[in-house]
C-alpha cells in the first residue's frame, strides 16, 4: 500500500536537513527525531532550552540532554560554548501545491562563540564498533548489565557508545564507571549526558579507583549537604551550587575545615558590609579566619573584643571641658564593626562622611 503527503497540509513549512533522512533515519531514535524536529520547527527563534524542549515533548531534560547529543555529533545542533561544525548547505525544502512561498524566517542572532576550556578529545564509537566491542570483551558486557540494573531501564545505542567511550577513552575501569553511574543516579540524574560529564571530570582528576571514587564522592556529598543547609539559614535561592561556588564550599570545607555555622557568618559579614551575596566576599572573610586560627563563634567575639580594647587605647583621653553623659543616657558604639571586619581582609576603611 502506498501513501503520500496531504497537499492541503502545507499551511506552514520549515527546511530540514537532508542528512536527517539520508544518513540518520536508521539511527535515530523517536526521541531523537522529535527532538530535532521541534528545533528546526522553532529555530527562527534562536537558542532553545532543554528545559523548553522537556515541556513540549514530554520527556525529562537528561533525556532531551541525551538525545541532543546524537544530533550534535553529526553537526547538526550547536551546544552554547561550543565551535559550530561546517553548515549544512543541502537542504530538503517542503513546497505546498499551488502555493506562494513561504516568508523568509527571522534569522536567529549571529553565533558567538565563547572560550572553549579543553577537553579531553574523544569520539564515541558507531554502531558497528559498538557490536564489535561487544563481542570481544565479557568485561563491557559486564558493564552493559550492570548498567542496566543500577538504572532500571534498557540501555541503548547513546548508552552504549557513552559507557564504552567512558571505558576506552577515559580509561575508567568498569568498577569505576558503575559508581559513576550509581553517583549520579543517587542526585537523580540518570541520563548518559550527566554520566559521561562525571566520567570525563573523574578521568581529568585521574580518579581510576575505587578509593577515588569514594573519596570524590564522599567530599561532594558533604559540599551538597552544607549547600542546602545554607539555603535553608540564609536568602540563597538556588537549589544547587555552580561551579565556581561549588570550588570556593570545597576549599572552605576541606583546606580551612570551617562548618556550616562558621560560614554562615562569613555570609552575614558579606551581607553586612556589601549588601548583597558574595562569595568573594566571603572567601576573604574565610581565609582572613584561617589565618589568625578564628575557628569558632566565641573566636569571632575574641577578635572584635581584641578590636574594640585596641580602639580604646588609641583614643584620646576625653578633655575635662567636655561635658559627661549622664548615667543611663545611650552611648555610642566604642568601635566600628564594619571598620573591624573591612580591616580585617584587607579593604582600605573609608569613614562616612559627617552631615553639615
Do not use: C
Not at 503520500?4 to 539520508?22: E, H, K, Q, R
Not at 564515541?124 to 542496566?148: D, G, T, W, Y
Not at 566600628?336 to 562616612?352: E, L, M, R
Amino acid at each position: 500500500m502506498n501513501y503520500y503527503i496531504n497537499p492541503l497540509a502545507f499551511t506552514g513549512i520549515f527546511a530540514v536537513p537532508n542528512s536527517v533522512v539520508d544518513d540518520n533515519i536508521r539511527l535515530a531514535s523517536a526521541l531523537q527525531l522529535k527532538t530535532l524536529l521541534y528545533m528546526l520547527r522553532h529555530s527562527s527563534e534562536g537558542r532553545i532550552s532543554t528545559e523548553e524542549l522537556s515541556k513540549a515533548i514530554g520527556y525529562g531534560e537528561e533525556d532531551i540532554s541525551d538525545a541532543l547529543i546524537f544530533w550534535e555529533e553529526r553537526g547538526l545542533v550547536v551546544k552554547d560554548g561550543s565551535a559550530p561544525a561546517a553548515p549544512v548547505t543541502s537542504i530538503t525544502e517542503a513546497v505546498p501545491l499551488s502555493s506562494p512561498p513561504p516568508a523568509a524566517a527571522v534569522s536567529p542572532a549571529p553565533f558567538q562563540p565563547q572560550r572553549k576550556i579543553e577537553e579531553i578529545p574523544v569520539t564515541k564509537p558507531n554502531h558497528e564498533q559498538v557490536a564489535a566491542r561487544l563481542q570481544e570483551s565479557e568485561e563491557l558486557r559486564l558493564l552493559f548489565a550492570e548498567a542496566q540494573n543500577i538504572l532500571g531501564k534498557t540501555v541503548g545505542y547513546d548508552g552504549q557508545s557513552t559507557l564504552i567511550m567512558m571505558h576506552d577513552s577515559y580509561g575508567l575501569p568498569v568498577e569505576v564507571i558503575l559508581m559513576a553511574i550509581e553517583y549520579n543516579k543517587n542526585k537523580g540524574k540518570t541520563g548518559f549526558a550527566s554520566i559521561s560529564k562525571t566520567g570525563r571530570e573523574w578521568s581529568e582528576l585521574e580518579i581510576d579507583s575505587i578509593e577515588g571514587a569514594i573519596e570524590y564522592i564522599e567530599e561532594h556529598n558533604i559540599v551538597d549537604e552544607t549547600w542546602q543547609k545554607l539555603r535553608s539559614m540564609t536568602e540563597i535561592t538556588n537549589k544547587n551550587p555552580t561551579q565556581k561556588q561549588k570550588r570556593f564550599l570545597t576549599a572552605w570545607i576541606k583546606e580551612y575545615a570551617f562548618n556550616t555555622d562558621m560560614i554562615y557568618f562569613a555570609y552575614e559579614e558579606a551581607i553586612d558590609n556589601t549588601g548583597k551575596i558574595s562569595f568573594e566576599y566571603m572567601d576573604k572573610v574565610l581565609q582572613n579566619w584561617y589565618k589568625n586560627s578564628v575557628k569558632t563563634p566565641q573566636d569571632i567575639q575574641r577578635e572584635k573584643m581584641k578590636w574594640q580594647q585596641q580602639q580604646q587605647k588609641s583614643k584620646p583621653a576625653p578633655s575635662k571641658n567636655v561635658k559627661q553623659k549622664p548615667p543611663g543616657e545611650r552611648r555610642e558604639p566604642t568601635f566600628d564593626v564594619s571598620a573591624f571586619t573591612q580591616k580585617a581582609i584587607g579593604i582600605k576603611y573609608v569613614p562616612p562622611k559627617e552631615e553639615d
